[in-house]
């Protein structure tokens, strides 16, 4: 006969019950929101979400310019802070248009390489790079411009002095011809035996899909970057990821011409285009014609399109950026960005013709 031990078992008995009765404990699960798209507009995004949400704080890596992610407290959703978690992975819009299509996952901030974008930022259209917007709930945010830009240094370029301007054919020809070949006197520069490198963004870009609809572009881009040495080459990858880099090739390859976003021109020197200067003003009234309308995507239907709780954080960051008080008063989007709502004219598709509203 099997002898139990009475004292043993009342404290196997309750420790078994005390477990039964003890509450779980659990993780709370945050919302998580994966934005992918273009970068034009990336400090407008940083900038609202901080504002939109309580006790906001950047988790993961910052190393990025261009991949952040973020949690926070809406007090609209449950669970206490943090309750929510939004990632943005803005490598372009022509990549994120063609992910959020194809359920393709891209790595955020904290290195989870599973993540598929639910909501696109995009001044291209779908149609632009050969997708429908059929499928996608659009919402048009603002105004995103773009310029082509050089070095500040005169005496970094000294044939690009004179120059403050590009008709569409310089540009065309830049796009197509930079390099060793290209001189500076083919832009109304003052030299016929330098070199003219040019130093673009690369397909996934709407940087590069705006201003290339806009000069009537549709080549192989003569684009630069540099070697090992810090001599100037073509680029093997087509262009490159953001405005930042950019920056940082004009200030090595310094008789450059390069495109970015109106947001990353900084200290660089912005060209006119066709005898008209960037300017808020300039863009809502139909002279300076290179922008294009940004949009936020996400799809109507199906297992990408947002869970409830998910559209709830997508439509209180959306209210932050199309505030008008935000778009017409606030030194992150002024003169870098162009109100939606100040806009004067209308265009029916990405470089199209610019006719009054």
Do not use: C
């Amino acid at each position: 006969m099997k002898i139990i031990n009475l004292k043993n078992y009342i404290i196997a008995s309750l420790a078994v019950a005390g477990l039964a009765l003890a509450p779980k404990l659990h993780a709370q699960a945050l919302t998580e929101v994966t934005f992918s798209g273009g970068n034009a507009s990336s400090s407008v995004l940083w900038d609202r979400v901080t504002n939109q949400f309580q006790n906001v704080v950047t988790v993961g890596s910052t190393a990025s310019s261009v991949v952040r992610s973020f949690q926070g407290y809406l007090p609209s959703l449950p669970g206490s802070s943090p309750n929510v978690q939004i990632d943005f992975i803005l490598n372009g819009a022509v990549g994120g248009l063609q992910d959020i299509t194809y359920a393709n996952t891209e790595t955020n901030a904290l290195g989870v390489s599973t993540n598929v974008p639910v909501v696109v930022v995009s001044s291209t259209s779908p149609e632009a790079v050969g997708l429908s917007s059929g499928s996608f709930n659009e919402v048009k945010t603002l105004i995103a411009p773009y310029a082509f830009i050089k070095n500040p240094l005169t005496n970094y370029a000294p044939g690009l002095v004179t120059v403050s301007n590009l008709t569409q054919r310089q540009a065309y020809y830049l796009e197509s011809s930079a390099g060793p070949n290209f001189h500076s006197a083919y832009v109304g520069g003052l030299l016929t035996n330098d070199s003219v490198y040019f130093v673009g963004r690369n397909t996934a870009s709407a940087v590069r899909t705006e201003i290339d609809a806009n000069v009537y572009f549709t080549g192989t881009l003569a684009t630069y970057t540099t070697n090992s040495s810090g001599l100037p080459i073509l680029d093997p990858t087509g262009g490159q990821t953001g405005g930042a880099n950019i920056r940082i090739l004009l200030g090595i390859i310094t008789n450059a011409i390069g495109t970015v976003a109106v947001q990353d021109i900084k200290t660089n020197i912005a060209l006119a285009y066709e005898g008209v200067p960037y300017s808020v003003s300039n863009v809502e009234y139909g002279n300076y014609p290179l922008w294009g309308y940004e949009h936020w995507f996400w799809l109507k239907t199906g297992s990408g399109a947002p869970t409830p709780a998910q559209l709830t954080v997508v439509t209180n960051l959306l209210a932050g950026v199309t505030n008008i008080t935000f778009q017409t008063s606030n030194p992150v989007f002024t003169g870098s960005f162009v109100p939606y709502s100040g806009l004067r004219v209308q265009r029916s598709f990405d470089g199209g013709p610019i006719t009054w509203q």
